[in-house]
Each structure stands twice: as C-alpha cells, then as structure tokens.
C-alpha cells in the first residue's frame, strides 16, 4: 500500500475522533471533578467552602502526637487519611495543570485547581518535620485506624472514634510514601512558581529534604505503618516511587543529577514475567508508577528505550502485543481488575492522550490508536456505554445518586441503609464501576468495589478531561455550584390530654447541611394562660429523659401565653447512631396546688398538637415546638406577637406561597418592602440570613413602620431561599418566616 492511502486513512480516523469527541461538555466534567476534591476535604474549612452540606471536622487530627495534622482529604467514602493515594492524586492534579494550563483557564478554574493543591500540600507541608539543619525529621503518613473508621457509618463532622497518627521516621522508613509526596511538592512547585513564587519555593526545598530522606533510609511504609498495609499495601516496593519524585525533581529543578537517579531506578523496575522487557501488562495506579515514569521518560529524553516501554504497555491495552491484550467488555471497556475498574481505564487514557499527543509527528498511527482510546474510555465513562449512564455523578443520564460514601449519604441513625437514596450529590466523583468485564452495574451504596468514590479514582480522570478539553473545547456552567436545599425543620412529637398536659416529645438532630452534634439543645413548647391565669400558677416537671441533665423552666411570652422549655446543657446528641441521635422527654404541665384543673385547656395551646384522626399517643411531627441551639432557633414556628408582611411592591411581580413570599426581582427595582405592626415600646430588629445562616441584610425599626429596603448584590446574584427574624432589643424572636428570590 503507498504511503498516500495511508495518510488519507488516518486523515479520516481523526477526523471521526475530533467529530466524536465533541458529544460530552469537558468543561462542566472538569468543572465539576475538581469540585469532588473540595467535598472531601478534612480539617477546618475555609470562608469560601462552596460545599454547603461540609462543615469542619477531624479537628484533632495530630493531637496523640502534640501536632497539628489538620486538612488534607478523606481517602473515600471513609474517613481515613491514607497518604500514599492522596500524595498520587496530588501528583496527579499538579501534572494536569503543567500539561493542560489552559483548559483551566478557559473555563474559568484555573484558580480552582490552585485551591485545591494548596489545600493538598499545605496538609503534607504540616506533615513534613524537619531537623533543625532541614533534613527530615519524620513525615506523617496517615491519620485514623481503618477498622475503627470503617465501623461506624455517619458524617464526618460528627465522628467520635479515636484518630491516631502514624508516621515514618529512620528507624521506621517508608521511601515509597516518601518519594510519592516528594513528587507531588515537586510537581506542584513547578504550577505555583508563575503564581507564588515563594510557595513554589518553600514546596520545592520540602520535595527535596523529602526525597533525600526516602534515598538515604529505604523500606516500604506499610512496614512502618502497618495499619495502611490492609488498605494501601504497596505491592510495587518502592523503587518505582524513587524513580518518579527523581523525575519531578528534575523537572522541577533541571538537575541533571535527578535525571541520573531516575536512570538508575528505572534500570531496577522489574520486567514482565519470562521476558526481557520491563513490565507491561497492568495500569497506571496509586501504588505502580512505572508506567506513567515510561511515558515521562520517554517524553523527556525521547530515547528508544523508554519509548518502547511505554508503548509496549499502551500497545497492550489497546492493539494487543506479544499476544496479550487487555480485557475489553462487550459495551467497549477495558477491564484491568474488579475494583474501580473505570479508575484504571481512565489513569491509562490520560497516558494514552499525553503520549499520543507526543507520537503525532513520528509515529501518526500509533498516535491516532492512543487517542482513539483515550476518548473511547472517557466516553464510555461519561455515558457511551450499554447502559446509557453516566458513571460521574451529578454529571450526564442517570448518573449514580447513591455512591458509597458516609458523609454524602448523610445517615442520621448510623446505618447504610438509611436514609433510601444519600442525601447530597457528591458532584464529579467518578464511581469504581462494573465489577466484571461484562458492563453490568447497579447503583448500590453496600457495593464498595463498584459503587465507591475515591480521590485517586478522579486523579487520572481529571487528567485525561482537561486535555480533551483543552484539545476540543468545552464550558464550564455559569451557575454551578448551587448551596443545596436546606430542610428548615426535624422531627418533634407530642402528645396532651386536656386535664393537665402530658406530653412526650423526641428532640431529634437531623442536620446535614452541614451535620453538627448538638450539645446545648432546647425546645419551647407554648402554651395559652386560661381563665385569667398568670405564667406563675402553672407548675412542669419532667417525668422521663432518655439522657440525664435535662432542665426545665416556664417563662412568659407576651401577655396571653407563656413556654416551658426544656434544655439538654452538655447532652450530646448527634445525627451518626439510632440511640444518639435523639433524645426524649416526658413532661407534665399543670397548676399549682390549690387551682381547680378545671380551669385548664390544653387543646388551645399554640404547641398542642394532635395528628387528624390518630389518638393521642401517635407520635407527629409539629413545627409548633420551637428548638434552640443556645438562644439561636434552629427549627420550629413560635406564636406571633407581632405582625410583619414582606411583600415586593417594587417589582414586577410577586407571590405569596403558603409561608414563603417568593419574589422575581426586575433588575431595575431589586429592592421589597417590609411592613411591621407590633405592640412593644421599643424597636425591633430585622435580620435576613441566607440558608448557611450568614447575615445578609440587618436593620433596626421603630414600630408600625414601612420600609422598602435594598436587596445587596450577594442577593441579586445568588437566587433562592433566605430566613428571616424579627428580634426584640433583648434578643427574643416574635416572628420568623421566609423569602425566595426566584429567577
């Protein structure tokens, strides 16, 4: 055949890849995977937190050993903090943007993927301990016990199991862990040296004294720390990883003297089995980095050595070499191993693509495979598949909405099997996938080969989504992400009889927005004074608490009506366990001694509250017993006093739905007016939260007074649901309701 067919051949193929590789949007894939990273974040949480169901939490992290060992991220769907897969994916990301910068900066996450390898490296900086002369000292390699994680089943911010910290240190090496993180600050130097140059600095000196502390002391570090050895054992011995930080190092510093060591180290990677060829037929992975060191080698000294590796390893997954191919499932995935199958396609995509890129000129027909293949895995991710799914979640058709991850799920009782479907959507994680090279998959939480999330699972998959961003093109979306709903109520029961008041209620916490334990509870429970009663003739006692410690006391509340509140003052209750995360009381609310019972009734009380054709004893929800935390209410309705109507005489148009005024402000006239009418002598407060309950408009107003009051920009931009309180001088709330700002 002559050379012109050929060419004209291989014209067509790339044509038919740049044509198909335009079905999915990249830039809202990307977008969206590197928002996966901010929902797994540990530690104390930043001002700009745009994950609205994520609050702080493991804020002792470190503590066993007098450190501080907040932030980094949780490994999955657990909550341990493996450093070996974090320093990989942190290698990863830094990679991603050296190669693919402006697909970050089309889209307007440039500044995103900086966050987040700040937010990476600035834990493994905490990590890093020097001697006084800069060597190290010892690097902390993971934080919590896996057994102890893995047993309990709730969110991150309440969990309560003991975290211990384990590190390598001389006596104890890890060159492995150490050379993984030495080439992640050394990657992650090379981004932020345009950016801050003296971060940039301060992660390169760390990569250095790191990656000499791993030379100078070998071992693996699941000897040092045995715990990882059930979770991240590293099966590749650590060579591999002293050959990969030398190549970063390299790059990073253009030392000749690490490209020397990584020569070295590459001559002791192991060959396959009974050839004399470097191994070939596995992927790219947390714990192998031989196959990516192929592609870099290759790429930096473009010596046939290395470049015969590396296309022997994506020969074999996709054309096939030495009559061994890789496994392809009948719907077009190629199939490595059971366990986050679609992680290994995508690691060996984001080679496939890089390198392919590199062959354009030399090699065109392998250059056209590679990325043939590249964009057939990420497709077959994205929805090109038998089962016409998206397997990133939040992303594309029925994508998984119910992945194996504790926090999203959101269980208020501590099992996996409740709530039915997880709470939050985990935006851009990629789950592990089929479980066999057959394209079967079902959506199942308990099914944690198939159906977790993990930080390593998106490292690759990033990569492989923003070079075919930058190649192809792809938006971000203008208003992703949006706070999600935020459920203002939880679940109170009570039950009364109408001669004295008997009443059971069941306090329960369930908040994921973020979870929060409660350790200073209260409800209110109001009740009308009958007959010319004063609030002084009434008598509560509290007759059964499931936990010690509860109080009670009556208090007046205007003239017609009073509450008895009931507190929990250093009761812990906590939304991650069925006996923790509630608590109930008994109460009996009834004259003093001397008062005919006659002369009470209960059924006109504004908290009585019996369900329609149930008995008394049937236990209902009511929102009209008010709950505190502190004296901040938190759920709950409490009687008016006052009258105050917001309505939106400014704009076009405006609703009333039942208690929410819901309004579509005209750009012209964003403001709406709120009328007060009340009968106390001094001003009132007017306070407007947004649903994080950040104070987004306060103002104090005389009484019976019309305001129309300006709605600020945060408001005109960020559409949806806000809470507003009208407070007394003293702190006490006579109303609550609700505004909607629509589109």
């Known amino acids: 055949m002559s050379s012109r067919p050929l060419l004209l051949m291989i014209s067509c193929v790339l044509l038919h890849v740049i044509t198909n590789a335009q079905t999915y949007n990249y830039g809202e894939v990307l977008q969206k995977s590197l928002f996966f990273y901010e929902c797994q974040r540990s530690g104390n949480l930043p001002s700009t937190n745009r994950v609205n169901w994520r609050g702080h939490s493991a804020l002792n992290d470190g503590s066993d050993n007098g450190t501080d060992l907040t932030g980094g991220w949780y ?287 030399s090699d065109p027909a392998r250059a056209t495979l590679y990325t043939n293949f590249g964009i057939r895995q990420i497709h077959y991710i994205l929805g090109d598949n038998p089962n016409k799914r998206s397997y990133v979640i939040g992303f594309g058709n029925n994508p998984p909405i119910n992945p194996h991850h504790r926090t999203a799920h959101s269980s208020w009782i501590g099992s996996i099997n409740e709530p039915v479907n997880n709470r939050h959507i985990l935006y851009g994680a990629l789950v592990g996938g089929p479980g066999r090279a057959n394209d079967a998959y079902t959506d199942s939480r308990s099914d944690y080969q198939s159906n977790e999330v993990a930080c390593d699972y998106n490292a690759g998959f990033t990569c492989a989504v923003a070079f075919l961003l930058e190649q192809f093109g792809g938006q971000s979306l203008v208003n992703f992400p949006q706070p999600e709903s935020v459920p203002y109520c939880g679940e109170y029961i009570c039950s009364g009889t109408s001669k004295g008041t008997s009443f059971k209620i069941r306090l329960q916490n369930r908040t994921g927005w973020p979870s929060r334990a409660e350790k200073n509870g209260c409800y209110r429970y109001y009740f009308g004074l009958d007959n010319g009663l004063s609030v002084s003739d009434y008598r509560a006692t509290i007759s059964y608490t499931s936990k010690p410690g509860a109080t009670v006391a009556i208090f007046p509340y205007g003239t017609t009506m009073g509450y008895v509140q009931v507190c929990f003052p250093n009761v812990n209750i906590v939304p991650g366990g069925a006996t923790i995360f509630y608590v109930e009381t008994q109460i009996t609310l009834g004259l003093r001694t001397g008062l005919s019972s006659t002369l009470f009734n209960a059924t006109n009380d504004w908290s009585y509250y019996k369900a329609p054709g149930q008995p008394l004893s049937t ?125």
């Not at 492995?176 to 040296?193: P, Y």
């Not at 296309?311 to 719907?331: E, F, H, M």
């Not at 004296?631 to 105050?644: K, R, W």
């Open 75 to 361: 490994d999955a769907g657990d909550h341990v903090k493996f450093g070996f897969p974090m320093a990989h994916t942190a290698t990863r990301l830094a990679w991603s943007g050296i190669e693919n910068q402006n697909a970050y900066k089309n889209i307007g996450q440039w500044s995103v993927l900086l966050d987040n390898l700040r937010w990476v490296n600035d834990y493994f900086l905490k990590c890093h301990k020097r001697n006084a002369n800069g060597s190290t000292q010892r690097f902390y390699g993971q934080v919590g016990l896996g057994s102890a994680d893995h047993g309990w089943w709730g969110p991150a911010e309440v969990m309560a199991m003991s975290r211990p910290s384990y590190f390598i240190d001389p006596t104890k090496p890890g060159s492995d862990i150490a050379g993984e993180t030495a080439a992640a600050m050394a990657a992650a130097s090379i981004v932020f040296k345009t950016e801050d140059i003296a971060y940039s600095d301060r992660l390169l000196d760390n990569a250095i004294a790191l990656y000499a502390f791993a030379e100078t002391y070998k071992g693996k570090y699941t000897a040092s720390i045995t715990d990882a050895k059930n979770y991240y054992e590293s099966y590749s011995g650590f060579n591999d990883e002293l050959l990969w930080g030398a190549i970063w190092l390299y790059k990073a510093t253009g030392d000749i003297i690490y490209l020397n060591k990584a020569r070295s180290y590459y001559n002791l990677l192991p060959n396959q089995s009974r050839e004399n060829v470097k191994a070939y037929t596995w992927g790219d992975n947390w714990d192998g980095k031989a196959y990516a060191s192929y592609v870099m080698m290759a790429m930096i000294t473009g010596e046939n050595q290395y470049k015969a590796d590396a296309q022997r390893n994506l020969d074999y997954w996709t054309q096939g070499v030495n009559g061994k191919k890789i496994t392809y499932s009948p719907g077009g995935q190629a199939f490595l191993d059971q366990w986050g199958s679609l992680r290994y396609a995508a690691n060996t995509s984001f080679l496939a693509l890089l390198y392919g890129k590199y062959l354009q000129s």
């Open 619 to 743: 236990i209902s929800e009511t929102r009209r017993i008010a709950v505190f935390s502190g004296d901040q209410m938190v759920c709950g309705d409490i009687p008016p006093l006052t009258t105050a109507r917001l309505s939106n005489l400014s704009s076009d148009k405006h609703e009333s739905i039942s208690d929410i005024v819901r309004i579509y402000p005209n750009p012209a006239k964003q403001q709406f007016t709120l009328q007060i009418n009340h009968s106390f002598n001094t001003p009132v407060q007017f306070i407007l939260k947004d649903i994080m309950g950040r104070t987004v408009i306060q103002k104090s107003f005389n009484v019976q007074s019309i305001q129309n009051i300006q709605i600020p920009d945060a408001m005109q931009k960020q559409h949806g649901l806000y809470l507003w309180e009208l407070r007394k001088s003293d702190g006490q709330i006579i109303q609550t309701g609700k505004l909607s700002i629509a589109d």
